[in-house]
């Protein structure tokens, strides 16, 4: 078949020559598919059975359930139904990468379902082999869709046309993501571990003055309570950010000094708390000084906090027919939404609409909610890749750096926890059984609201021995051994 020549239309040889395009492009590994004759445009491209596999390796913004003018939403997190990329482009043959303006996935929990949409660009040009024009003209081209993962999340679409079946054969030959029959892995190696490792190497087990990169690159002295971490990113010449990208080519940098860790600190998007932060406090929380107002303890799932009176939960909506998209929801004799336990047995696709962790009080009142979209947001591509980094935080005894404003000596040490794989099921998991529990410590000046602070604290209590539940690959090495790449007990 003849084909007019396109900007977005690409051919290969081999295997290898995708994986060639691919590397050069930095991407560390693709997802490939054929796509049947009615995926397009118009219908939409189906991608997997389930969600996961998506935000794991891909930065996505999940519809988040915001405040609720309803006292009894008719579906409890129903705008979870889209995610969007946040960085996609097209690749054109000349290599330009092009930005689209609005790709996302569609998730239909009643089959369940993702697909793939939005492929236009922000030049509103796309991939005419994605057209339902084309492929009402030609049913039975051969196209295959590739997204490409650059490491922390970005994803690059490749289009591929005209493929011979030997290169067919080769790509039918792939695993499938996560035992899909139709949707194939490729693994692109780039060494960024290695030379992260390498890097670390030149670090660690020597001190460094406690400091941070300004807005200029220039070192700074540092003092507050991140400063091992600021100070690491200083070696690396990272200037302290706050974004969802990792810190070494995809690899969040974890820098902590003692086994209780922080993993993220994601605040509830509905709730008392997200409505009305004041009565929150005030409700649930206690004066640590007059007119200043404190919400503290550990929230560990279904077992009450003495000091807020507030149970940690993991729970989920049922429908009397889940199959069913119109079905109504279970409901108790008052006629209110009757929520269960959440189910780590049950697809999470499924109910992706219906998944939420909350806070309640005695009388079943939600005082602070994270629907899954909040979760998914920041639990994804930015932690599928940590590298946990003990540190040691000491007074400087340099005379000259004290007097320069370098209060501390920051050592790392050489042993680190390398962990890959994670995703919201492990994440959901960890909370129902309290391996990973909230430990907030906001604080609400009645009279000084600038000095107000909002800070919910997801932890573990020790990440050595947490760490395999919450990411499939866990490595305990020393780097001051070259080789040492083999699984290890945790110390």
């Known amino acids: 078949m003849i084909v007019p020549p396109c900007p977005f239309e690409h051919t290969a040889t081999s295997l290898d020559d995708i994986r060639e395009l691919l590397k050069h492009m930095g991407a560390d590994m693709a997802m490939l598919k054929f796509l049947p004759k009615n995926a397009n445009d118009k219908n939409q491209v189906y991608w997997l059975r389930e969600i996961g596999p998506l935000p794991t390796h891909f930065a996505l913004k999940f519809s988040e359930r915001g405040i ?21 482009q097209w690749l054109e043959r000349d290599g330009e990468k092009v930005p689209v303006k609005n790709a996302k996935v569609i998730i239909y ?6 697909r793939l949409s939005g492929f236009a660009t922000t030049k509103n040009t796309m991939p005419r082999m994605l057209s339902a024009t084309f492929t009402k003209a030609n049913p ?24 011979s079946q030997s290169v067919v054969d080769e790509i039918n030959a792939l695993p499938g993501v996560e035992g899909s029959r139709t949707c194939k892995l490729l693994i692109i190696s780039q060494d960024h571990s290695k030379r992260l490792f390498g890097r670390l190497r030149e670090v660690v ?16 002295p540092f003092t507050g309570t991140q400063v091992c971490g600021y100070t690491l990113e200083q070696q690396f010449g990272i200037t302290p950010n706050a ?45 640590s000084a007059p007119g200043e107002w404190r919400v503290t ?12 009176g507030l149970t940690l939960r993991v729970r989920e909506f049922r429908t009397v027919d889940p199959h069913n998209p119109k079905s109504d929801w279970i409901r108790n004799e008052q006629g209110e939404r009757e929520s269960f336990a959440y189910d780590p047995k049950t697809s999470l696709t499924a109910k992706i609409n219906a998944v939420e962790v909350v806070l309640q009080d005695d009388a079943g ?19 599928n890749e940590v590298v946990y980094i003990s540190a040691n935080k000491e007074d400087n005894t340099n005379v000259i750096d004290a007097e320069m404003g370098f209060k501390y000596e920051i050592t790392f040490s050489p042993k680190i926890i390398w962990c890959r794989e994670t995703s919201a099921e492990r994440l959901l998991e960890a909370i129902c059984v309290g391996t990973i ?8 000046l009645a009279n000084d609201r600038s000095k107000n602070k909002r800070r919910c604290q997801w932890r573990v209590n020790d990440i050595y021995k947490s760490a395999s539940s919450l990411y499939e690959n866990v490595i305990f090495r020393d780097l001051s051994d070259q080789h040492s790449y083999t699984l290890a007990p945790a110390p």
């Open 68 to 88: 609720s003018t309803s006292k009894d939403r008719v579906n409890p997190g129903d705008s979870i139904t889209e995610a969007v990329f946040e960085d996609f």
């Open 109 to 114: 929990p009643q089959y369940p379902e993702t």
């Open 140 to 163: 039975h081209a051969i196209r295959l869709m590739v997204l490409g993962r650059i490491p922390g999340g970005a994803c690059v679409g490749v289009m591929f046309i005209d493929l």
């Open 205 to 220: 087990d020597q001190p460094h003055r406690g400091c941070r990169l300004d807005v200029q690159g220039n070192t700074i």
């Open 243 to 287: 974004d969802m990208d990792g810190d070494f080519h995809g690899i969040e940098l974890k820098v902590h000094t003692a086994r209780k860790v922080t993993l993220c600190t994601t605040e509830p998007d509905f709730g008392m708390y997200a409505e009305n932060f004041e009565s929150f406090m005030t409700t649930y929380g206690y004066e």
């Open 297 to 308: 303890g550990l929230h560990r799932a279904n077992a009450p906090c003495a000091k807020s």
């Open 365 to 383: 009142k939600v005082a602070a909610g994270w629907s899954l979209g909040r979760l998914m947001n920041n639990w994804g591509a930015k932690h």
């Open 437 to 444: 529990f909230l430990d907030p410590a906001p604080k609400f």
